[in-house]
T-cell receptor
Framework: DQQVKQNSPSLSVQEGRISILNCDYT??????FLWYKKYPAEGPTFLIS?????DKNEDGRFTVFLNKSAKHLSLHIVPSQPGDSAVYFC??????????????FGQGTILTVHP | DAGVIQSPRHEVTEMGQEVTLRCKPI?????LFWYRQTMMRGLELLIY????????DSGMPEDRFSAKMPNASFSTLKIQPSEPRDSAVYFC????????????FGNGTRLTVT
């Protein structure tokens, strides 16, 4: 079973500091990883992604790191802003087999950024 | 771009009733996904379609759940009969076919079964 796990249900950070959200996965070779952000009463929205051939991808304040040996993914937000307060989901898109393109999500981490 | 449109936004029904959730994907998108969000399990994938064909329905909880995609612009998720444990927010999402295409979500249907 190919799983994606976010072991921290919540994270609280002071405005201006760094937020680090973590994700672990199993049984992946060439999959594609994504982060989504969700506000209450809305659907998740795409934030940033990374291919398994890379170990880092950066977009403004958001950087995703991929550690393939540890099967670990992290999202760094710096500096954190109150508007970043939301639920963050990591996700994996299957790159092979009969379930090519299947997108599975972790349980989510609630980020709260205090002014 | 109108985005993914789901209806209804809220549905309250009694146990045993049939529930039908509807989704209109973004035009030009040929992959469609149905997810269920609960506090305990996060975002669970129920089923997804490529070019209107179901590819993986291993996440569908049981035979009470069924999903159809009769054409590229419409999909339904039906629960018959509904049970209180089906209460959750159900999301539909679509994307262009391809691993790197991001998924676009609707705003979800909040289902309450009493």
């Amino acid at each position: 079973d190919q799983q994606v796990k976010q072991n921290s249900p919540s994270l609280s950070v002071q405005e201006g500091r760094i937020s680090i959200l973590n994700c672990d996965y199993t049984n992946s070779m060439f999959d594609y990883f994504l982060w989504y952000k969700k506000y209450p009463a809305e659907g998740p929205t795409f934030l940033i992604s990374i291919s398994s051939i890379k170990d880092k991808n950066e977009d403004g304040r958001f950087t995703v790191f991929l550690n393939k040996s540890a099967k670990h993914l992290s999202l760094h937000i710096v500096p954190s802003q109150p508007g970043d307060s939301a639920v963050y989901f990591c996700a994996r898109a299957n790159a092979g087999g009969t379930s090519y393109g299947k997108l599975t999500f972790g349980q989510g981490t609630i980020l709260t950024v205090h002014p | 771009d109108a985005g993914v449109i789901q209806s209804p936004r809220h549905e309250v029904t009694e146990m045993g009733q049939e529930v039908t959730l509807r989704c209109k994907p973004i035009s030009g998108h040929n992959s469609l996904f149905w997810y269920r969000q609960t506090m305990m399990r996060g975002l669970e994938l129920l089923i997804y379609f490529n070019n209107n064909v179901p590819i993986d329905d291993s996440g569908m909880p049981e035979d009470r759940f069924s999903a159809k995609m009769p054409n590229a612009s419409f999909s339904t998720l039906k629960i018959q009969p509904s049970e209180p444990r089906d209460s959750a927010v159900y999301f539909c999402a679509s994307r262009r076919q391809g691993l790197t295409s991001p998924l676009h979500f609707g705003n979800g249907t909040r289902l309450t079964v009493t």
